[in-house]
Every structure is written in C-alpha cells, then in structure tokens.
C-alpha cells in the first residue's frame, strides 16, 4: 500500500526539515518488508486568501489535485482521535489488509482543514489535544509511520 503525505506550508532547511527527512527515509527503507511503501510527499504554499474560511477551501482544493484516485483520506486535526503508537500501526495494517493501494495522510495550514474535507476523510487523527507547529507534526508523522513498520514486523524498536 502506497502511502502519500501532503502538508500544508514548506519545510524550511533546518533541523526539523533533517529530522522529518531522516524518519521518512527510514520508513521509506523499511516500508516494504510489511506492505507499506512510501509514495511521495506534497508540500503546499498556504493560501494567501484574505480570510480562514477562503484559505481553507482553497488548500483543499489543493488536496484534491494531489490525492491519488480512490485513497484513503486521513486527517491530521486537533479534534480527531488520539491513538497510541500500536492502535496507529493496526489502522495502517488494517487498511493495507482491505486491499486499499492507497493512502493520503494530511497536515492542514495554520487555520485547519476544510469541513468538506472532515466529511470525506476515512480517519481523523490528533497528536493530542494540544495545537503542534507544522515543523514538528511533520517529524512527529515520519517518525510514527516508521515506528508503525517496526509494530507490524515485530522489531523490538517500539518498547512499552
């Protein structure tokens, strides 16, 4: 199962931008033991629109442009569901196991993602509760997505 990201706002060079890097590359490498590979990753300049509402509609519109044809939508918002890292690597397998070839998981701009795209998602996941900065959401994504490979093929990299 192909895995796609899109993030709303660019990575600038930085130690953020090397972390992300380095988790995605990991998963990219480790991925396909189990089924998982990594597709590409779309990066968004936020919209310029003069209100929320406008900008939020058009990065969305964005999305749409980028998502592969029948993927399994996945939001990453505030408001979504807190999973732990195991419940995280079961959705992922589950959904590869259903026979689903791809996945786009998305990281919404400083004012959130359009309600239309909250209606067609499959799954809405949060960090927690509390607002991250798209820099670490990003790292925080890469990282659980290899920690997610590690679950689903029994290496010991995940510890409870």
């Known amino acids: 199962m192909r895995i796609s990201l899109f993030a709303v706002g660019r990575l600038k060079a930085g130690p953020e931008k ?4 380095r988790y995605l590359d990991r998963f990219a490498k480790t991925g396909p033991s189990v089924g998982l590979e990594f597709a590409k990753l779309t990066e968004v300049t936020e919209s310029r629109a003069g209100n929320g509402e406008t900008r939020k509609r058009e990065e969305a519109v964005l999305l749409d442009k980028a998502m592969p044809d029948g993927a399994v939508l996945i939001l990453l ?3 979504g569901k807190a999973l732990d890292s195991p419940a995280f690597a079961e959705l992922l397998g589950s959904i590869r196991d259903q026979g689903k070839r791809e996945v786009m998981i998305a990281i919404g701009g400083p004012d959130g993602l ?3 795209l909250r209606d067609r998602a499959a799954h809405t996941l949060c960090f927690g509760k509390m607002t991250w900065p798209h820099q670490l959401v990003r790292v925080m994504l890469g990282e659980q997505l290899y920690r997610a490979v590690t679950i689903l093929s029994g290496h010991p990299y ?3």
């Open 77 to 79: 918002d505030e408001r």
């Open 18 to 21: 090397e972390l992300a890097e």
């Open 114 to 116: 359009d309600p239309d």
């Open 158 to 160: 995940h510890r409870v």
